[in-house]
């Protein structure tokens, strides 16, 4: 049995204080009073003990006593009638009152002291009191009162009680109201007795005003009381006592003791906390996001917002709808994603239901795009959203439409929208129709309607067009003028000369119609290998031809042609026709490469030209070499010729 200490449902009064008469209550401590609870169905049993601090104090009566005043009067009253579970006033069963083995049955009884056998014989009833006499305990009906020190009494007042002692036991209907007052008579451990009143007081409520007593409620179990404190739940929570944050009917504090619903362990219960916006609950679940978000399986990428929240909101993917996200699929390996596009392969298109996205299908050449819609051809084909009126397996928009009519060519050449004169698999205004004819330039050729004189696949008349084939323009392709003779390409290089010479690719220098370099190949001369014929030296003034022979000068005298005597780089006779230089002898050397006046010629002009001119003094019909100033005459001016030469001939 448990000790209670009672609210308002069950108020306990207990008196402790001694009489004026100077007792003492050292010793005494008050009594009180346990519930027991149902021992019999739809009943509460009550308890009430003695309480002493020493084993030596003694309990020797439960009594009236006038000296207290109303106080002092021995009162029982109920609501309801005292239960017997042996039958009213049907005398005591064994078992039915307190002894050293037994305090489980459930009758009503008044009691103090047991004799060694247990049966409670050793403890006396006042006359009238009980309705008997003698050693009878047990008590019935709403209402019994003493005055006048009557009570129960044990007549062996040396038997030890000891602190805690039994002298009333109450059975009724739960909910009852009752109370029990009367004074407890003892003596401390010198003998010395004392007397003390006492007050239990049980007061049944009716908190929700039913009509049913509240005890009532909690023990049929239609009123719960989850803290156990003998007040329902909805009257804890109505008057304040309880917090119900969650109206739910169950005080919160008994929500949160269970751990499944304060899971983030603050007191509060989950729902309130989701409810006021504490927490967060964006899965709806019912449990905070922060407590979900303790299992790690909850944040699979770890960013601090479930998974499920995630792709409930679209923040994030979840293709194949398994609630995981497929960037931790992709990460774990447990979804590939061959083109790292972070989408898992097995939600990548896969129209034709081989195992393998499309994009693999493609990459691996298992499968084409040819109008790049991202759709497999065949998967195109198959559906009919990309015709193939052929049946090679292309969609007809990837199909060749060179003449842009959104028709296939090989439609518009199947249904005579085209043609085709060289069965080429093209349409003829595909070809190439250089002429403008409105005949590919092929089927021109083919029939003799345009020559091709240089075989090139290209109409004559259109190959004029190019001035680099006709630089002539004179409408005939410049390599069949050439083949045929009819003009000239001296060098071999595909160019007429003539149209080298004007665009100055070649020059003519001697404007003959021919190249310089065809001139000199052919042997025009070019005696200083220059590349530019000696007539061009010449005529430009890069060379002199003083002697108009038609050669360069310095190749005349590199060749020895033209003798240079005085070695100025111009022929002697030039020299002398312009002056430069006498040749007073007309020989064709100037002078000054001839000593003349050294007659006798021993290499120098000495005393001894001087006697032989003088010797030969006078007329020289002949030429002699005396007239060294071959004026006909042997003189004056001959002798002074010689002196004027005097000396060593130039060059020794």
Do not use: H
């Amino acid at each position: 049995m448990t000790s209670q200490n009672l609210r308002a449902s069950a108020i306990l009064a207990l008196a402790g204080a001694a009489a004026a008469s100077g007792l003492a209550a050292a010793d005494y401590e008050g009594v009180t009073l346990v519930e027991v609870g149902e021992i019999l169905p739809g009943t509460t049993t009550w308890r009430i003990y003695a309480n002493f601090d020493a084993p030596d104090d003694r309990f020797l009566a439960v009594n009236a006593d006038a000296n207290f005043g109303d106080a002092g009067v021995l009162r029982f009253e109920a609501t309801a009638a005292l239960v017997q579970d042996a039958g009213p006033f049907n005398g005591t069963a064994f078992g039915d009152r307190p002894n050293l083995f037994d305090l489980n049955g459930a009758d009503s009884w008044l009691s103090i002291g047991i004799n060694a056998a247990g049966n409670g014989s050793d403890t006396a009833f006042s006359p009238g009191f009980l309705g008997g006499d003698g050693i009878l305990s047990v008590v019935e009906g709403m209402f019994f009162e003493s005055y006048d020190n009557r009570g129960y009494f044990d007549q062996l007042p040396d038997t030890p009680e000891g602190d805690g002692a039994i002298f009333a036991q109450f059975t009724l209907p739960t909910g009852t109201s009752w109370s029990y007052q009367g004074i407890i008579s003892w003596a401390d451990e010198a003998g010395i007795p004392f007397s003390n009143p006492f007050r239990v007081e049980v007061v049944a409520t009716d908190c929700n005003g039913n009509g049913i007593i509240d005890a009532q409620e909690i023990a049929n179990g239609t009123a719960p009381d989850c803290n156990a404190n003998g007040i329902p739940d909805e009257c804890d929570i109505a008057d304040g006592t309880e917090s119900d944050c969650d109206a739910n009917g169950v005080p919160d504090a008994c929500d949160v003791a269970d751990p499944a619903n304060d899971c983030n362990a603050n007191g509060i219960p989950d729902a309130c906390d989701i409810a006021d916006g504490t927490e967060p609950d964006c899965d709806a679940n019912g449990v905070p996001d922060s407590c979900d978000l303790a299992d790690p399986a909850n944040d699979c990428d770890g960013d601090g917002q479930l998974d499920f929240c995630e792709i409930l909101l679209k923040l994030d993917a979840d293709c194949n709808g398994n609630f995981v996200l497929d960037s931790c699929e992709i990460a774990s390996g447990d979804a590939p994603d061959f083109n790292f596009n972070g989408v898992p392969d097995d939600c990548e298109k896969d129209c034709d239901a081989n195992g393998l996205p499309d994009f693999l299908d493609l990459d691996l050449g298992l499968g084409f795009d040819c109008n790049y819609n991202g759709r497999l051809d065949a998967c195109g084909i198959a559906d009919g959203t990309s015709p193939d009126a052929n049946a090679n397996g292309i969609p007809d928009e990837c199909e060749t439409d060179c003449n842009e009519n959104a028709v296939p060519d090989f439609i518009d050449l199947a249904f005579g929208l085209s043609i085709d004169c060289n069965g080429d698999g093209v349409p003829d205004e595909c070809g190439t129709d250089c002429n403008a004819n409105g005949i590919e330039d092929d089927c021109d050729l083919a029939d003799g309607t345009s020559a091709d004189c240089n075989a090139n696949g290209v109409p004559d008349e259109c190959d004029a067009f190019d001035p680099a084939l006709d630089c002539d323009a004179n409408g005939v392709v410049d390599s069949c003028e050439i083949a045929d003779g009819t003009i000239t390409d001296c060098n071999g290089n595909g160019l007429i000369d003539l149209c080298e010479i004007q665009d100055g690719v070649s020059p003519d220098c001697n404007a003959n119609g021919v190249p310089d370099a065809c001139d000199l190949a052919n042997g025009r001369p070019d005696c200083n290998a220059n590349g530019i014929p000696d007539e061009c030296d010449i005529a430009f003034g890069d060379d002199t031809d003083c002697n108009r022979n038609g050669i360069p000068d310095a190749c005349d005298l590199a060749s020895g042609v033209e003798p240079d005597c005085n070695a100025n780089g111009i022929a002697d006779a030039c020299d002398v026709a312009d002056g430069t230089s006498f040749d007073v002898n007309a020989d064709g050397v100037p002078d000054e490469c001839q000593c003349i006046d050294d007659i006798t010629g021993n290499g120098e002009v000495s005393f001894g030209d001087v006697l032989d001119l003088l010797s030969a003094w006078g007329d020289c019909p002949a030429a002699c070499p005396e007239d060294v100033t071959f004026d006909g005459v042997v003189d004056f001016n001959d002798l002074l010729a010689i002196l004027a030469a005097w000396g060593p001939c130039p060059g020794g």
